[in-house]
């Protein structure tokens, strides 16, 4: 189905959305290009598709393969842990086959699916995979902020500045914990990248973190066709409408979105070793 769009917003060049699901094919399938077009035209200068699972993580290599400001990541959403029998293979050859990331990976405990510890195993399993090929990851976490501090710090301990000194090792998807433990995620090597959902009146926390962590340690994400920000709050989401998550971070800090916009997308370029 079409979105209508009432308001195109205006361009902000340069910004980046680190975590988008265009690839989704129920939502993006009758007006993928135009929804790019849209991106482009708001100034984005690229992109991160992020797979859930072996079929998607294809779809986002194949969607990079037409576009070099389109990357790709490639993973196992903990909803999907409980296939990490039948998805192994496929997420192994995916990640030697261009991708920037593994991702998203993780722990979600906030609905029934698989257990606790099949989440665990096939997280740690990733987190094995992307030091092996020398990847960032793209870290999910839903309900589940103390295991998955607790799995990340110990890996980071063990791994180590692993993609070199001055670089971060991941972020942490549409972050959703308090300030204090954001802190801990970049004292121990994270991004920490704000969905629209900060652009919510209600969301204080979210508003509070966007405030504390460090500009250098953030990036800023759609992760459409979810999660849409302000003004357009109520549609499907789409990639270029991070700019108005930018705006929105920029009035919180009392800064540009200029410069929210730069630092970000700095912080991509560093992490997922765009030159």
Do not use: K
């Amino acid at each position: 189905m079409r979105q209508r769009i009432d308001r195109d917003p205006a361009p902000l060049p340069g910004a980046f959305d680190a975590h988008t699901h265009t690839w989704s094919t129920p939502e993006f399938d009758a007006d993928y290009d135009a929804v790019m077009a849209r991106a482009w035209a708001a100034g984005l200068g690229g992109v991160v598709e992020v797979g859930v699972d072996t079929a998607s993580s294809e779809q986002c290599r194949a969607l990079a393969a037409r576009d070099a400001r389109v990357h790709a990541a490639v993973g196992l959403h903990p909803e999907h842990a409980g296939r990490l029998a039948e998805e192994r293979d496929g997420i192994a050859r995916a990640a030697q086959a261009g991708a920037i990331a593994i991702g998203e990976i993780g722990l979600d405990f906030s609905r029934p699916g698989p257990s606790a510890e099949q989440q665990a195993a096939a997280f740690r399993w990733q987190l094995d995979l992307a030091r092996q090929h020398r990847l960032p990851v793209v870290v999910h976490a839903r309900d589940a902020d103390d295991a998955c501090f607790a799995i990340l710090d110990e890996w980071s301990r063990h791994v180590g500045p692993y993609l070199g000194v001055g670089r971060e090792v991941g972020m942490m998807h549409c972050y959703a914990g308090d300030a204090t433990l954001a802190a801990h995620y970049v004292a121990i090597g994270f991004l920490i990248s704000v969905p629209g959902t900060v652009t919510f009146p209600n969301n204080l926390r979210g508003q509070e973190v966007a405030r504390a962590v460090p500009l250098a340690r953030m990036l800023i994400e759609t992760d459409s066709p979810y999660l849409t920000p302000a003004p357009h709050r109520g549609r499907r989401n789409e990639p270029a409408y991070v700019v108005e998550t930018a705006r929105f971070v920029a009035g919180l800090r009392g800064c540009s979105p200029e410069e929210v916009v730069r630092t970000t997308a700095e912080n991509a370029a560093r992490l997922f070793d765009l030159g």
